[in-house]
């Protein structure tokens, strides 16, 4: 990996990946992508080149490709689940017209691709837990059926073109720089949030509901890692099961009350996130991904609330 381009640079994932990258692939070009109405701002802006480069649009990917030699593509551009489900159409449009586009440049001029698959591939009746790596994916929400095409579709340009496609199922991913608006998992960054802010928090998910979730850290070495792993290695490649925790609204509550003692939750269950929650796995075996390429995630969840506490109340002071 030297020259990078990130397709949405400015979401979740992108902001501090592109930052992670600048630091990691020196003396290479690490191009920001972005649309109109989302521009890198700040250090992402000052820190390298940014280009407007719009899942939609093949060409405009490809002219930038060809002008910064690039060589990895991390496609971040998605919808998350919520927003699917409230938007299909734009959801298939995103996540899979838009896959096709970036794999249509990455064959043309010999890129490798990593897209992030999600928690989302499984639905009701896969194995809730130690969901194994090779399952059932059958999931009823857009964003999940988006983001099998994508395995699917990744799986097959690597077999039939050779493209060097890669790609880890991301458990909710927690982060204190921008927010990641719209999935069901958010309510473990709001969380944080309403604690430091020393506001009650209403959770949208219900009490027992277990989800895999990881802290931003991990899934940057995760998708820096995978895109470096040795081939030879890899029996996967589109998706790799990947986690670091797995708990309910209640104990990410009691574990965040060590810190702040008069941090008080209540419940606003929303049915449509709880139902998608309730179709996810509740803890994910990701075996393979440790054995085929090392991974090995560094955040539990008392690591992680110690840092994200720290990082927010750092940010309110500033
Ligand atoms: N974090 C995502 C969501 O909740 C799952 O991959 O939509």
Redo the contacts with the bound molecule.
Sequence with gaps: MKNVLIIGSTGQIGTELTLELRKHCKGGNIVAGYIPGAEPKGELLETGPAEITDIMNDRQIAGVVSRYKIDTIYNLAAL?????EAKPQMAWKVGMDGLFNVLEVAREYGCAVFT?????VFGDNTPKDRTPQDTIRNPRTM?GVT?VGGELLSDYYHIRFGVDTRSV?????VSYLAP?G?????YAVDIYRAAVAGRRFECPIAAGTF?DMMYMPDALRAAIRLMEADPDRLIHRNAFNVTAMSFDPEIIFENIRQYVPDFDMGYRVDPL?QA?ADS?PNSLDDTCAREEWGWQPEYDLDAMTRDMLSKLQARIRV
């Design positions: 998350l689940s919520a927003v699917a992030p698959s999600s928690i989302g964003y983001k199922r991301f458990p909710g991913l990641p719209g999935g069901t998992t958010d989800m996130r998608i996810w």
